[in-house]
């Protein structure tokens, strides 16, 4: 009896082996094997690197977030990111402004290339408008002091708007599309088309866009002594622009490759927005001035009263 037990337990201990050291199911396997990705930037420091390894604040973009975001402009994709607010009124005049910096302090960026320019807009800055929303992969805002990097139209941060552009691999493909798109906003319409064709080392890509946007409506409000009712239009406000971007590149072996591109962009129509004083509910009122116990109307903020 005691060697028939002995040769039971042996026998289940053998059946055991196996299950108890058998592989751990795929699922587990699938979590261990599982990696993020790091974001990587490109500006913050003219160079691939990890956010987490930048010390200036920078917000980055990708094509996923974008396409979520289905954005009007290019100025409408930095309104949610912190730090950062879009100052104009249109489809057209919105400028960033970050920390309260705006204007040549706020230097703008194409793939890299700058579009600041002195000579065309000293005050206001330059518009993201010039870059083709529907052309734009990537958008990368640092936020802070950058003038030693970029120089000193780069001391309240830095906006990258990088664009899509063909890589050739050796092989011949070619990729096409429309799209129409309409907004309740001033009733804008607005059509575009591309066409990217991939050929041994060469690669092409041409887009362009046209669009029309009305004046839109206003909400109501006070500010100080002044009403303005709902329903009111904010005349021009609107725009008409078109865009023409041509790209072409050449990848020879190794590291070497040479591009050229073309972007043209125009704006017809294209206002700073404003408000008929008929419009307002409540007219600017008189007031008193200590200058010599005389009232006196301000014709405008900030002006004084004559003696």
Known sequence: MPNTLSIRLLAATLVLAPVLSSPAPAQERKADSTRTLRTVTVTATRAPTDVRQVPAPVTVYDSASIREKSPNSAADLLREAPGVDVVGTGPNQGRPSIRGQRGQRILLLQDGLRLNNNRRQQDFGELPALVDVDQIERVEVVRGPSSVLYGSDAIGGVINLITRTPRADGTTRVRGNLGYRYSGAGEQQRGDGSLTVTRGAFAFT?????????????????????????GIKLDDSGVRDRSLNLYASWRGQGRSNAWIRHDRYVARDAGFGFVEPASWATPPRASSSPIRGRRCRRRRPGSTCRR
Request: glycine share 24%.
């Open 206 to 230: 041409g887009s362009g866009s046209l669009r029309n946007a009305g004046n839109y409506e206003v909400p109501g409000g006070s500010f100080g002594d002044l009403t303005l009712p709902d």
